[in-house]
C-alpha cells in the first residue's frame, strides 16, 4: 500500500525551494530536485509515498509542468524516484545509502561529511580494555541460558547504586536494563500507553521520542520551551497537565535535548504534584544526568517527589559512555519492572550478557571516564560558541551548563533551506523542525558539541559561506503561510 501526497501538501512542505542558499548556480528543476531529496533527506517526506502528478504540482508551486518533468526525470537519474506509466512515481533511495542512527539517510561513501546530525560522542579509550575485562567475566554466565529479562544483577545493581549516590534510594528490582534509552522508552510506551491516548511532551524535543509516540499512535500535546531564560515555563507547563490531563507526560530536565535546559527543584517537585492530581504517568529521560559542565549542581531527579509510583526514569549508558553499546534501563516500582519485563518478552526477550558486562566495567570506572568527557565537551561546547560568535555574530545562542547540544536561534526562518545548502558542502545538520510536532521551528538549528573542536570550527565555516551566499541572492521573500483547506 503506497500513500500519496498531493501537490499542495508537497508544496506546503517544500516551502521556500526556490529560495534555497547558494541556489544562484543552478536552474529551477535542479532546485526542486534537491529541495525533494532534502525532504527526504531530514525524513519529512517518507520512502514509498507517491509523488503528485507533474501537473498537480506545477499548479500548487505556480510553475511550468516542463520545470516539473525535469525534476522529476533528474531525481530518477539520482535513484530518488521510481515511476511505471500509468502508475505514478514513488520516492525512494539510491542504493548507497544507509539509516544513520539520527533517522537521517547518509551516503556510504561520504567521508568528508561533518555529521552535526548526531549529537553523540565517539568512544572512550577505556571501551576496549572494558571489552576485554568483560570477556574474561563471560564465563560466569556460560552456564545459563543467557536470557535475564530484566538484565544481569550486577548491572542493575550498579545502576541501582548510581540512582541511591543520587540521592535517590533504588533497589536493583526497581531496574530493568534494556538496549537503549530508546528501547526503554518504547517499552514504557507499551505497557503505559493505549493507542490515542494523550501525551505531553516539550516542543522542541528528542524526535525519535516523537518517532516513538507516533508508533504507538498517542494524542499529542506540546508545552513550548523558551530558548533562552528557565526554557520551562511553570504556570503553563502546570496549567497544561491540569486541564489536559493527558495519560502521560515525557520531559527531559537534566540538559534538555536540544535545548540544554536544566529543570530546577522547585519545578521538579510542583511537577510531580500536578501529574498525581491529573492522574498522568512521568516518564523521565535522564540521558544527559551525568553531564553537567562548568561544576554545575544538579538538582535531585525528579523520581524524589514521587509518593505514588507516578514517575518512571529512563537512561542509559549512551551519552556519557557510547552508544554503539545499547545499554539504557528504566527506573521504576519492582511490580511496574515485572510488568515491564514480560512485556519485552514478546519484543526481544532479553539485552545481550556481554554488553551488560562492559557497561559494569565501565560503570565501575564511571567518575574517571564522566569527568575526561565533562572536560571535553566544555573545551568543545567553547569553541563551538567563539566560532560562531566569530562567523555567524547574528545567529544567538544561550550557552548550556550542561549536555551536548546548542539550541540556536537564527536570524531567519531558514533552519531546512540551511539544512539542505550545508549538506551540499558537507555539514550535516539536524533542522528545527525535525524537533517539533508541525514544521515549526524554522527558526532554529541544534548544534551538537560532541565532534572535535577542528571540526566543529571547520563546520561553522562552512555554514557561514553558506550563509553568506544566502545573502548575496538577496533575502528571500518569505510568502505569506497560504491557507489549505
Ligand atoms: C533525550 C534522549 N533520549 C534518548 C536517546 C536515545 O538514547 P539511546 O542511544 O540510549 O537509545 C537520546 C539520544 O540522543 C536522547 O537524546
Known amino acids: 500500500m503506497t500513500s500519496q501526497v498531493r501537490g499542495v501538501q508537497l508544496a506546503r512542505l517544500l516551502g521556500q525551494w526556490h529560495a534555497l542558499p547558494g541556489r544562484r548556480r543552478s536552474p529551477d528543476y535542479a532546485a526542486l530536485a534537491a529541495a525533494v531529496r532534502g525532504l527526504l533527506a531530514d525524513g ?31 531525481l530518477r537519474e539520482t535513484g530518488h524516484l521510481a515511476s511505471r506509466r500509468g502508475a505514478g512515481s514513488w520516492t525512494m533511495l539510491p542504493g548507497t545509502h544507509r539509516v544513520a542512527s539520527t533517522g537521517l539517510w547518509t551516503p556510504l561513501d561520504d567521508r568528508d561529511m561533518i555529521d552535526l546530525g548526531v549529537a553523540a560522542l565517539s568512544a572512550p579509550p577505556q571501551l576496549v580494555p572494558a571489552a576485554r575485562a568483560a570477556a574474561e567475566d563471560l564465563p560466569r554466565y556460560l552456564g545459563g541460558a543467557g536470557y535475564h529479562p530484566t538484565g544481569i544483577i550486577e548491572l542493575r545493581e550498579a545502576v541501582a547504586r548510581a540512582y541511591t549516590d543520587r540521592g535517590l534510594p533504588t533497589s536493583p528490582e526497581q531496574i530493568m536494563v534494556t538496549s537503549g534509552t530508546q528501547h526503554a522508552l518504547d517499552l514504557v510506551l507499551r505497557l503505559a500507553l493505549s493507542p490515542g491516548g494523550g501525551v505531553l511532551v516539550e516542543s522542541p524535543t528528542y524526535p525519535n521520542a516523537l518517532a516513538a509516540l507516533s508508533a504507538r499512535r498517542a494524542r499529542i500535546t506540546t508545552h513550548g520551551l523558551a530558548a533562552d531564560g528557565d526554557g520551562w515555563d511553570a504556570d503553563l507547563l502546570l496549567g497544561s497537565i491540569r486541564q489536559t490531563r493527558p495519560k502521560l507526560a515525557y520531559v527531559i530536565p537534566e540538559f534538555h535535548n536540544p535545548t540544554g535546559h536544566l529543570m530546577a527543584t522547585d519545578l521538579r517537585e510542583r ?21 553537567p559542565l562548568d561544576g554545575t549542581p544538579l538538582p535531585p531527579p525528579v523520581a524524589t517527589f514521587d509518593r505514588h509510583s507516578r514517575v518512571i526514569s529512563i537512561g542509559g549508558m549512551s551519552k556519557p559512555y557510547w552508544g554503539g553499546l545499547r545499554i539504557g534501563w528504566v527506573r521504576a516500582s519492582a511490580p511496574q519492572v515485572q510488568r515491564l519485563a514480560a512485556a519485552r518478552v514478546g519484543v526481544d526477550m532479553a539485552s545481550p550478557v556481554l554488553d551488560q558486562l562492559v557497561a559494569v566495567h565501565l560503570l565501575a570506572q564511571g567518575p574517571s571516564i564522566v569527568a575526561a568527557r565533562r572536560i571535553q565537551l566544555a573545551a568543545q561546547r567553547d569553541a563551538l560558541v567563539k566560532a560562531m560568535a566569530d562567523r555567524l555574530p547574528d545567529w544567538r545562542v544561550t550557552v548550556p551548563r550542561g549536555g551536548v547540544t546548542l539550541w540556536v536561534e537564527l536570524d531567519g526562518p531558514i533552519s531546512s533551506a540551511l539544512a539542505r545548502a550545508a549538506e551540499e558542502v558537507g555539514v550535516r545538520l539536524a533542522p528545527g523542525p525535525r524537533f517539533g510536532l508541525d514544521g515549526t521551528l524554522e527558526r532554529f538549528l541544534r548544534l551538537p558539541f560532541t565532534l572535535p573542536t577542528a571540526d566543529l570550527e571547520e563546520a561553522v565555516g562552512r555554514l557561514a559561506a553558506v550563509r553568506y551566499d544566502l545573502d548575496r541572492t538577496g533575502r528571500p521573500q518569505w510568502r505569506e503561510p497560504s491557507v489549505i483547506a
Open 271 to 291: 511537577l510531580v504534584g500536578a501529574a498525581h492530581a491529573a492522574g498522568t504517568d512521568l516518564v523521565v529521560d535522564e540521558s544527559f544526568v551525568d553531564l
Open 44 to 74: 519529512r517526506l517518507p520512502l514509498g509515498v507517491r509523488l503528485p502528478a507533474e501537473r498537480d504540482l506545477a499548479e500548487a508551486l505556480r510553475i511550468s509542468r516542463t520545470t516539473v518533468t525535469a525534476a522529476y526525470r533528474e
